[in-house]
């Protein structure tokens, strides 16, 4: 690989400007931490807001993060002043929240097709490798009928020409899928 001219240059006079750098930069950290020294500024009388604050000298401690430390965690530790509560507040029961209606979970096989042949509809459900024709209108001997149980919970009810009807049989719920919603991906 070529390393432009420029390049060539570049390089090695940043390497000495770092080094020269670091070399000064250490010798003066030699000479011993500078000290401040404590400026008393005379205040003008224009500056108002300046006389209210306190002098301090240059080599006071100050406290730079006052949230944290010893003082803020007592501080945060504390316990809190008891709340007073009217009396008819406390003689009231808190409020329940009503119960969140039964749902039945999603249902577990996806509508991959639909053929239409005539009088003849067939709906195509997938789920990993298994394969399930519900067949509308044939007389297929190896497709589910109505009252057949699919996936061990579901019970095939209806098949319409929008949409097929299950029950979750656990919880006695009625579980509809959208045909055309379950094909163009929209939804089950």
């Not at 011993?32 to 002098?55: F, H, I, M, Q």
């Not at 509560?85 to 406390?90: G, L, N, Q, S, V």
Request: net charge positive.
């Amino acid at each position: 690989m070529k390393i432009p001219m420029y390049l060539r240059i570049v390089l090695p006079l940043t390497i000495a400007a770092c080094g020269y750098a670091m070399l000064t930069d250490t010798a003066s950290d030699e000479a011993g931490p500078v000290r401040a020294k404590a400026v008393s500024k005379k205040v003008k009388p224009a500056d108002k807001n300046l006389s209210t604050l306190p002098e301090l000298p240059a080599s006071a401690p100050r406290n730079l993060f006052p949230n944290q430390g010893p003082q803020a965690m007592a501080a945060r530790n504390a316990p809190l002043p008891a709340l007073s509560r009217p009396k008819e507040m406390a003689a009231q029961p808190a409020p329940i929240p009503a119960p969140v209606p039964a749902r039945a979970p999603a249902f577990p096989m996806k509508v991959s097709g639909l053929w239409v042949d005539g009088a003849q509809r067939k709906i195509i459900l997938t789920k990993g490798d298994q394969t399930v024709i519900l067949c509308q209108g044939c007389g297929a001997a190896a497709s589910p009928k109505i009252g057949d149980v699919l996936e061990r919970n579901y019970r095939l009810e209806k098949i319409e020409n929008e949409r097929i009807t299950f029950t979750y049989l656990p919880l006695q719920l009625e579980h509809i899928v959208d045909i055309d919603r379950a094909i163009s991906g929209t939804g089950n």
